[in-house]
């Protein structure tokens, strides 16, 4: 019974982060519900969420080409966003109500500048991040969530109080909460998942309708219970980096015997180890703290790496990680000094570390196979 | 306990035939285009030289290089990073940095005493740095490989190639032919440029001496005058033909592992 409850969760988070869409989309769609895509971990969600509205985080999945795209970009900006736009000139995205975008990064930036001259979803908006993490930019950016706010309420014809903000605010936690119980699985000595199973399960929860996604999640982690997994591994691993939502990639890490326990990625813990603050007196003041400094730091934040590399260590020494892999994709310009850093920090406090560069969509699995052999055997394990 | 290591790589496949602590036999040969083939011929005449009657011979058989998933007959296989570091350690104990130069990549390792990788950079994205830029470059100079290695001691000024990406870089050796610049300086401008990328290869992972080059564009000899300039340290040599580290390397790993 259990292991039927297992299987057909994990098929069904698989399946949605596999594809862009998905059953639940199309229901919620049939059902008269409208879907707002976003870019990024730092988009206040609960905003969309609050107005009746389902966020969809963005992605290239299945993409296996960019000769659409590459006419709006140049031979520089990476290939996430290129096979993301891909996929939008395709029409894959045209069940989309809106877009927000963010300013997380120049390649990000232009998706929007290239969305608005050349796609007609109804609501487009970009968000304007700080760069650093004190209060001031906590308040520079309650103000923006302000006005995402008010921009909804007017495009949707919703109005958007501050107990549904809360309501939201609530749903989006207990997401976090469940999430953060899958990855506390995964410090046993036997994890009963393995990453690229976690990955899909976390992947899933930027693809689909929030209350049904949670009783899902309940539903798996009721059925892990006790469930004794993974023992015949060679090392513990953790992946660091930033827009990676493909299992295949942790599978070919997997396949040569380094499990991966642990994660410092967007859609892994970035996006649930903290919780936004249901005790704050206001809700946009909340939400704008929660990103701006609640949610482990992102390399865009300037000046923050120190906190960042504390959070690799606090993971490191949680979950027993043996190794830890940086992944980036290439022509990403914050991940690239990051992982020099990473390196640097990471040997001083003795843990080994190794970067691979990668495109978007899992290619040169080969190149990958042997650095992760080459990584495992020289920890020895 | 007989034992063997393959490593099947991109132009040549190699094969060491090693009893404890000699060397028995080795071979080379060029890659054709299935590995499992290339792993097959090169280890069954490297047992042949051994004065064995076949394959089945040998108690343990441990792949390497790119190909290693593919050889059926291979008990194990270990990354070529770790084989070639095991086998330039083993066949000079001194080294401490070895610079791999194979047909399709090159890779960097640093040492400890032991042999163990502590530290590896690798290129197998492009063609920089590997045998299938010199390849190019002897088929547009019309020099052959042995050209490459042996006209560019002569080169007094070495010509100044800028390109990274090998295909540039051959445009840029035509231009420099028409401009009627000498063959030597030619050569010793490409050795210059790829000692110049496998350098600061070398310092990603810090160098240490001694150092020595193994796969088979190690063979040239202009490339490693070069890269002792740049790096101000001799290229020491190895016992046995470097091209063969790899497969010495696999062969090393092979014995431990029958014994374990």
Known sequence: MDTEVRSKAFEEFTAAAGAVMNPEIAEWKEQGGGVVGYFCSHVPTEVLTAAGLLPFRMRGTGSTATELSDAFFSNINCSFVRHTFNLALQGDYDFLDGLVCVNSCDHVRRVYDNWKRNLTTPFLRIISMPKKVEDAQVGWYRDEVTLLKDAV??????????????????????????????????????????????????????????????????????????????????????????????PGYLEVIEEQGGLVVADALCFGSKAMWNLVDEEASDPTEALARYYIQGQPSCP??????????????????????????????????????????????????????????????????????TRIQAFLETMGK | ???????????????????????????????????????????????????LSSVDDLAYIVGTGYGRLKVSFAHDNVSEITCHARGAHWLNPAVRTVVDIGGQDCKVMALDERGRVLEFVMNDKCAAGTGRFFEAMARVLGCGLEGISSLANQGGSPATISSQCSVFAESEVVTLINEGVDLADIIAGINHAVAKRLSSMVRRVGLAEELTLTGGCSKNQGLARALEQKLGVSVRTLSQDPQIAGAVGAALIASEKVKA
């Open chain 1, 153 to 246: 309420e007017k495009h949707f014809r919703v109005v958007i109080s501050d107990e549904q903000l809360w309501e939201a605010i609530r749903l989006h936690n207990r997401t976090r909460r469940l999430q953060r119980v899958l990855y506390e699985l995964r410090k046993s000595e036997a994890p009963p998942l393995t990453g690229a199973q976690t990955l899909a399960v976390m992947v899933a929860g930027t693809a689909m309708p929030r209350r049904r996604y949670n009783e899902l999640l309940e539903a798996l982690l009721e059925s892990l219970r006790g469930v004794n997994g993974q023992q015949n591994y060679r090392a513990r691993l953790m992946v660091v980096g930033g827009e990676l939502d493909d």
């Open chain 1, 300 to 369: 865009r934040m300037h000046g923050d790496q120190p906190r960042r590399v504390a959070f690799l260590m606090d993971m490191v020494r949680e979950f027993r990680v043996d190794g830890v892999v940086g992944e980036r994709m290439m022509f990403c310009d914050l991940w690239c000094v990051e992982h020099y850093m990473n390196d640097l920090d990471l040997k001083e406090a003795g843990v080994p570390f190794i970067s691979f560069d990668r495109e978007y969509n899992a290619s040169a699995k080969g190149q990958l196979r």
């Open chain 2, 1 to 51: 306990m007989i034992v063997g290591g393959c490593d099947v790589g991109s132009t040549t496949g190699k094969a060491v035939v090693l009893n404890e602590t000699a060397i028995l036999s080795h071979f080379i040969v060029p890659s054709t285009t299935k590995p499992e083939r290339t792993a097959r011929m090169v280890m069954e005449e490297a047992v042949k030289m051994a004065g």
